[in-house]
């Protein structure tokens, strides 16, 4: 059964660091695009970034520069580091199988069940 488990959130000031992992387990992760989804308070969920299965890298505008995805595929692990974080970046981050699904069902992407970022002074 395939399973995503996310870690490394937390609350961090506006201007901080996290770097997010995701836990990949249950199909085969290096043949898969995988993306990191985030849903903000009370708001739907939104493609941030995705890698594909070489490496290569697509963020949306709202990260673009503060972002960097990465992956392992050698231990199935899927990471994001979000830098200069701001209040808007607060919301349940979700690691998910597929490409971007901005003009799409993001709700229909196998996903992990989130971890919390919360920015805050």
């Known amino acids: 059964e395939p399973q995503l488990v996310e870690s490394g959130g937390g609350l961090v000031q506006p201007g901080g660091s996290l770097r997010l992992s995701c836990k990949v387990s249950g199909f085969t992760f290096r043949m898969h695009y995988m993306s990191w989804l985030r849903q903000a308070p009370g708001k739907g969920l939104v493609w941030i970034s995705g890698?594909?299965?070489?490496?290569?890298?697509d963020y949306a505008d709202s990260v673009q520069g503060r972002a960097s995805i990465s992956r392992d595929n050698t231990k199935s692990m899927l990471y994001l580091e979000l830098n200069s974080l701001k209040t808007e970046d607060t919301g349940m981050y979700f690691c998910?199988?597929?490409?971007?699904?901005?003009?799409?069902?993001?709700?229909?992407?196998?996903r992990g069940q989130g971890t919390q970022v919360t920015v805050s002074s």
């Open positions: 890698i594909d299965q070489t490496g290569n890298a």
């Open positions: 998910a199988q597929g490409n971007d699904c901005t003009y799409d069902d993001c709700n229909s992407m196998l």
